[in-house]
């Protein structure tokens, strides 16, 4: 019982000392640009409300420190022109797979596209032990829907060096394996039954994979991935790790109900709703379901 | 009647038409810019061919060669697999090999693979040879289809085919109900109806 609020009280804000950034704080913060001064709290519950959209992109720049980066390094269009033939064959195969139904990529070789293009040549030359891999492109694409393009390309390897992301995309992909095997500890321990059920049914924790690929970008909620990406930058990767376990947590009784496809299914596609709830704070009937948990 | 319920997965190099096969044949759908897999879909279809009815459980998974490892999760208990090349791209012909390698020596031992060489539409830009992608397939003696996910030629075929050598393969443990499904093996149930199969009467 007490687990269950301990992992919940996270994300209810119910604290109304601190209060959600106004969009002039922001302002005066982007132009501070010193992240260290802000309060965390503030910070956390204006996260968890939701940033103003018109700042996000600077915002993501501000919270991944990315202009730093750009300041000293050697200009954007060299590393553009820098890719591999092969590579960049590989990366045009995804550009028009990659939100196909977005304003911004629908039209075939359109301003978004040639972005997203130049953006995956130049990080695949600018870290050629990676190259490009699939779940690249979708973390571009979310970018640029906020982000000129080459503040979209130094926010995207902020992500992939400072947030040390680019371990996911490595050959044999070892951090996707230590994520995935955080993800399985801390739901053994925060929600055993969860976690039973889905080993009794065979659902291996790699259907969770292509949250950590993407941030969840990929799925239904468009606002989803945004929001996520906004908790990245922010908290770093136990973010992802506690939003996917408390979505778990919350849909234990529907999970408990499910066999192997249903559950597989659920897992891959339809637990992204419960998460956008999760980040949102969204959670209210947190008695209720503490005397769910009491009857289990 | 007995369903023989089993796993098949698709593989192969990306964007060579995996989740356009799979799509075309359950929902009859093909869209020209599928978004890419990035983890695996998950499809079903119940097929009828002459000696019963197989429901194929369809685990469509994402090509990247980085991803192996988590494919080889869906793969293991398959009971079929489905590797698609494009046959405009060398490369992912020759990603066949490594993955019917791979197969071999990782699947359960009775896997039945079809290979489908995939968007026979752009015939004008093939860069693969098609007797020299049959000779190798009879070789490895695999069954080899001239696949379009768009105009929908050859896939209804490949996927009976996969569903009778599988029930084929498998039906000494038809009839030993109770056994896990989920795992690749079979059970004996009522026959569903989700995506029925019948386009061509499913007998032929």
């Given at each position: 019982m007490a687990d269950i609020c301990q992992i919940l009280e996270e994300y209810v804000i119910l604290d109304h000392q601190f209060p959600v950034f106004s969009k002039n704080e922001w302002v005066t913060i982007l132009k501070d640009n010193d992240i260290f001064r802000l309060c965390p709290n503030r910070l956390r519950i204006s996260v968890c409300n939701g940033i103003p959209s018109s700042l996000r992109g600077d915002i993501w720049v501000f919270l991944s420190r990315s202009s730093h980066l750009q300041a000293s390094s050697k200009p954007y269009q060299e590393y553009v022109n820098g890719c591999d033939d092969c590579v960049e064959k590989m990366i045009l195969k995804d550009i028009g797979r990659t939100f196909p139904h977005e304003l911004l990529f629908k039209s075939f070789c359109g301003f978004g596209q040639t972005c997203m293009f130049n953006i995956l040549k130049a990080y695949a030359s600018y870290d050629s032990d990676i190259g490009y891999c699939q779940g690249m492109n979708f973390i571009v694409g979310t970018l640029l829907m906020y982000l000129s393009e080459e503040k979209a390309f130094w926010t995207f390897v902020s992500i992939m060096f400072e947030k040390n992301w680019r371990e996911l995309f490595k050959e044999e992909t070892p951090k996707l394996t230590?994520?995935?095997?955080?993800?399985?500890?801390?739901?053994?321990?925060?929600?055993?039954e969860v976690y039973n059920h889905l080993k009794s049914?065979?659902?291996?924790?790699?259907?969770?994979?292509?949250?950590?690929?993407?941030?969840?970008?990929?799925?239904?909620?468009?606002?989803?991935?945004?929001?996520?990406l906004d908790s990245f930058l922010c908290f770093g990767e136990n973010e992802i790790l506690e939003i996917i376990n408390t979505a778990l947590l919350l849909e234990r009784k529907k999970i408990l109900g499910l066999k192997y496809e249903e559950l597989f299914m659920f897992c891959a596609k339809e637990l992204g709703k419960r998460c956008l709830d999760v980040i949102k704070g969204n959670i209210i009937h947190v008695n209720e379901i503490d005397d769910d948990y009491t009857m289990l | 009647?007995?369903?023989?319920?089993?796993?098949?997965?698709?593989?192969?190099?990306?964007?060579?038409?995996?989740?356009?096969?799979?799509?075309?044949?359950?929902?009859?759908?093909?869209?020209?810019?599928?978004?890419?897999?990035?983890?695996?879909?998950y499809l079903t279809k119940l097929v009828q061919i002459p000696q019963g009815s197989v429901q194929l459980n369809i685990w469509d998974t994402a090509g990247q060669e980085r991803f192996r490892a988590i494919a080889s999760n869906y793969y293991r208990q398959a009971k079929g697999a489905l590797i698609v090349y494009d046959?405009?791209?060398?490369?992912?012909?020759?990603?066949?090999?490594?993955?019917?390698?791979?197969?071999?020596?990782?699947?359960?031992?009775?896997?039945?693979?079809?290979?489908?060489?995939?968007?026979?539409?752009?015939?004008?830009?093939?860069?693969?040879?098609?007797?020299?992608?049959?000779?190798?397939?009879?070789?490895?003696?695999?069954?080899?289809?001239?696949?379009?996910?768009?105009?929908?030629?050859?896939?209804?075929?490949?996927f009976m085919e996969l569903a009778s050598q599988i029930f084929e393969a498998n039906k000494g443990e038809l009839g030993q109900s109770g056994r896990n499904s989920r795992r690749g093996k079979i059970t004996v149930e009522k026959t569903k109806h989700r995506e029925n199969s019948g386009k061509k009467g499913g007998c032929c």
């Open positions: 230590k994520l995935l095997h955080s993800l399985k500890i801390k739901l053994k321990e925060k929600c055993p049914e065979g659902i291996e924790m790699t259907v969770f994979a292509k949250y950590f690929l993407t941030f969840f970008m990929c799925e239904q909620e468009k606002e989803l991935g945004v929001r996520v | 009647m007995a369903t023989m319920e089993c796993k098949i997965v698709t593989l192969g190099e990306g964007r060579v038409g995996k989740t356009s096969l799979a799509l075309k044949y359950v929902k009859n759908e093909f869209h020209k810019d599928e978004i890419s897999t990035v983890n695996a879909n046959i405009t791209d060398r490369k992912s012909f020759d990603k066949v090999v490594s993955w019917i390698k791979e197969l071999k020596s990782q699947a359960e031992k009775n896997i039945v693979i079809v290979v489908a060489g995939n968007k026979c539409d752009m015939e004008k830009e093939r860069q693969i040879n098609r007797p020299e992608a049959l000779e190798f397939c009879r070789k490895m003696q695999i069954r080899h289809f001239d696949t379009s996910a768009k105009s929908g030629n050859g896939v209804e075929e490949m």
